[in-house]
Protein backbone atom coordinates (compact mmCIF):
# COMPACT_ATOMS: atom_id res chain seq x y z
CA UNK A 1 0.00 0.00 0.00
CA UNK A 2 1.36 3.44 -0.66
CA UNK A 3 -1.11 5.74 0.50
CA UNK A 4 -1.98 8.05 3.78
CA UNK A 5 -5.42 8.19 5.23
CA UNK A 6 -6.77 9.38 8.45
CA UNK A 7 -9.54 8.86 9.44
CA UNK A 8 -12.41 10.27 12.55
CA UNK A 9 -15.75 10.12 13.42
CA UNK A 10 -16.93 13.66 14.34
CA UNK A 11 -16.54 14.33 17.81
CA UNK A 12 -14.59 11.56 18.30
CA UNK A 13 -11.83 10.95 20.63
CA UNK A 14 -9.47 8.83 18.45
CA UNK A 15 -8.40 8.82 14.54
CA UNK A 16 -7.41 5.84 12.75
CA UNK A 17 -3.98 6.83 10.83
CA UNK A 18 -2.97 4.71 7.92
CA UNK A 19 1.03 4.84 6.29
CA UNK A 20 2.99 3.41 4.09
CA UNK A 21 6.49 1.77 5.22
CA UNK A 22 9.13 3.92 4.88
CA UNK A 23 7.36 6.95 6.10
CA UNK A 24 8.77 9.63 8.65
CA UNK A 25 4.62 9.78 9.77
CA UNK A 26 4.84 6.32 10.41
CA UNK A 27 8.59 6.23 12.43
CA UNK A 28 7.29 8.90 14.15
CA UNK A 29 3.88 7.09 15.11
CA UNK A 30 5.86 4.05 16.44
CA UNK A 31 7.98 6.32 18.33
CA UNK A 32 4.85 8.16 19.88
CA UNK A 33 3.11 4.54 20.58
CA UNK A 34 6.42 3.35 22.79
CA UNK A 35 6.43 6.53 24.42
CA UNK A 36 2.71 7.20 25.13
CA UNK A 37 1.49 3.70 24.60
CA UNK A 38 -2.02 4.80 26.42
CA UNK A 39 -2.57 7.80 23.31
CA UNK A 40 -0.73 6.15 20.74
CA UNK A 41 -2.52 2.39 20.03
CA UNK A 42 -4.00 -0.54 18.48
CA UNK A 43 -0.66 -0.44 16.28
CA UNK A 44 -1.24 -2.78 13.32
CA UNK A 45 1.96 -3.58 10.48
CA UNK A 46 0.47 -5.33 7.36
CA UNK A 47 2.48 -7.63 5.76
CA UNK A 48 3.82 -4.62 2.90
CA UNK A 49 5.16 -2.88 5.90
CA UNK A 50 2.64 -0.12 6.38
CA UNK A 51 1.10 0.54 9.63
CA UNK A 52 -2.88 1.28 10.86
CA UNK A 53 -2.75 2.92 14.06
CA UNK A 54 -5.32 4.83 16.43
CA UNK A 55 -4.49 8.39 17.67
CA UNK A 56 -5.81 11.24 19.33
CA UNK A 57 -7.34 13.68 17.18
CA UNK A 58 -5.75 16.30 19.14
CA UNK A 59 -2.80 14.81 17.17
CA UNK A 60 -4.21 15.73 13.92
CA UNK A 61 -2.58 19.14 12.43
CA UNK A 62 -2.61 20.66 9.25
CA UNK A 63 -0.11 23.62 8.33
CA UNK A 64 1.11 25.18 4.97
CA UNK A 65 4.72 24.97 4.00
CA UNK A 66 6.89 27.71 6.09
CA UNK A 67 7.88 30.16 3.62
CA UNK A 68 11.88 30.65 4.08
CA UNK A 69 14.40 32.97 2.31
CA UNK A 70 17.35 32.38 0.68
CA UNK A 71 19.44 34.09 3.50
CA UNK A 72 17.64 31.54 5.94
CA UNK A 73 18.22 28.64 3.26
CA UNK A 74 21.98 29.30 2.84
CA UNK A 75 22.39 29.67 7.03
CA UNK A 76 20.75 26.27 7.05
CA UNK A 77 23.04 24.53 4.51
CA UNK A 78 26.07 25.76 6.58
CA UNK A 79 24.39 24.36 9.59
CA UNK A 80 23.91 20.93 8.05
CA UNK A 81 27.55 20.79 6.54
CA UNK A 82 29.01 21.95 9.60
CA UNK A 83 26.58 19.25 11.37
CA UNK A 84 27.59 16.25 8.58
CA UNK A 85 31.57 17.02 9.12
CA UNK A 86 31.40 16.82 12.62
CA UNK A 87 29.43 13.52 12.52
CA UNK A 88 31.80 12.18 9.45
CA UNK A 89 34.41 13.29 11.66
CA UNK A 90 33.34 11.60 14.78
CA UNK A 91 32.51 8.39 12.36
CA UNK A 92 36.24 8.45 11.53
CA UNK A 93 37.35 8.83 14.81
CA UNK A 94 35.56 5.69 16.57
CA UNK A 95 36.85 3.70 13.64
CA UNK A 96 40.64 4.58 14.23
CA UNK A 97 39.85 3.82 17.68
CA UNK A 98 38.25 0.58 17.00
CA UNK A 99 41.36 -0.88 15.04
CA UNK A 100 43.12 0.74 17.55
CA UNK A 101 41.97 -1.98 19.93
CA UNK A 102 41.22 -4.55 17.17
CA UNK A 103 45.13 -4.19 16.66
CA UNK A 104 45.58 -4.22 20.36
CA UNK A 105 43.86 -7.43 20.62
CA UNK A 106 45.72 -9.25 18.03
CA UNK A 107 48.71 -8.21 19.50
CA UNK A 108 47.80 -9.70 23.29
CA UNK A 109 46.61 -13.17 21.52
CA UNK A 110 50.58 -12.96 19.56
CA UNK A 111 52.01 -12.56 22.60
CA UNK A 112 50.29 -14.99 24.45
CA UNK A 113 50.90 -17.81 21.62
CA UNK A 114 54.38 -16.73 21.69
CA UNK A 115 54.28 -17.09 25.53
CA UNK A 116 52.81 -20.58 25.59
CA UNK A 117 55.34 -22.00 22.48
Known sequence: MNEFAINWVKGGEYAEITVPSGSALKSKLLKYSQKRPDEVNHVII????????????????VAPPRKVSEKQRAAAKER???????????GESEEALLEEIMDEMEDDSMEAENEDA
Open 46 to 61: NKDGSMVCHAPVSYIH
Open 80 to 90: FRKMWEEKKAA
